[in-house]
T-cell receptor, first 114, second 113 residues
Framework: AQSVTQPDIHITVSEGASLELRCNYS??????LFWYVQSPGQGLQLLLKYFSGDTLVQGIKGFEAEFKRSQSSFNLRKPSVHWSDAAEYFC????????????FGEGTQLTVNP | ETGVTQSPTHLIKTRGQQVTLRCSSQSGHNTVSWYQQALGQGPQFIFQ???????GRGNFPPRFSGLQFPNYSSELNVNALELDDSALYLC????????????FGPGTRLTVL
């Protein structure tokens, strides 16, 4: 069965600092990977996705993520964090044998200090 | 705005009652998935509907059931509510292909007392 691990429950960064959120997945075949963001009281918004090709994918709001098959990782990065980036971030995986059901990690709560 | 709407926004029920949550999918989408998000956790897949048929189910008991209508809107029904059913219920719509993005609604917050 597929699974996703987000090792960091809570991360605090200063505004303007760089950010990296970690995501590790477990899946036997080629995974399709996603990062979603959730602001308080709101649904999930897709930041970016990886299906194939270039392992460095660009998303909205200045986010990028790199797929590393050898490490089973799909870490999310942003060079300079803005206060409005404070939210919860979820990594998710879909597998070819699971239909389009998303398996999510537990999430990382991001706090941005002024 | 994803074009996916859910109603109601909030709901309070007592143990043993039944509840129906509704979801209108984005235009052109024929597949709707439902997820349960307990406080402090990631969303958990409940089931998916494709062209009015259930197309996959997660590890949820049969008292969780659903429907999809010809216009591709959907309902989630939960019978015999338990305290642990308190959660944010999210629906997501997609065109149905594995690589298509799932667009999420804002969710329904269910509280069971």
């Amino acid at each position: 069965a597929q699974s996703v691990t987000q090792p960091d429950i809570h991360i605090t960064v200063s505004e303007g600092a760089s950010l990296e959120l970690r995501c590790n997945y477990s899946y036997g075949a080629t995974p399709y990977l996603f990062w979603y963001v959730q602001s308080p009281g709101q649904g999930l918004q897709l930041l970016l996705k990886y299906f194939s090709g270039d392992t460095l994918v660009q998303g909205i709001k200045g986010f990028e993520a790199e797929f590393k098959r050898s490490q089973s990782s799909f870490n999310l990065r942003k060079p300079s964090v803005h206060w409005s980036d404070a939210a919860e971030y979820f990594c998710a995986v879909v597998g070819e044998t699971s239909g389009s059901r998303l398996t999510f990690g537990e999430g990382t709560q991001l706090t941005v200090n002024p | 705005e994803t074009g996916v709407t859910q109603s109601p926004t909030h709901l309070i029920k007592t143990r043993g009652q039944q509840v129906t949550l509704r979801c209108s999918s984005q235009s052109g989408h024929n597949t709707v998935s439902w997820y349960q998000q307990a406080l402090g956790q990631g969303p958990q897949f409940i089931f998916q509907y494709y062209r009015e048929e259930e197309n996959g189910r997660g590890n949820f008991p049969p008292r969780f059931s659903g429907l999809q209508f010809p216009n591709y809107s959907s309902e989630l029904n939960v019978n015999a509510l338990e305290l642990d059913d308190s959660a944010l219920y999210l629906c997501a719509s997609t065109k149905g292909q594995l690589t298509d993005t799932q667009y999420f609604g804002p969710g329904t917050r269910l509280t069971v007392l």
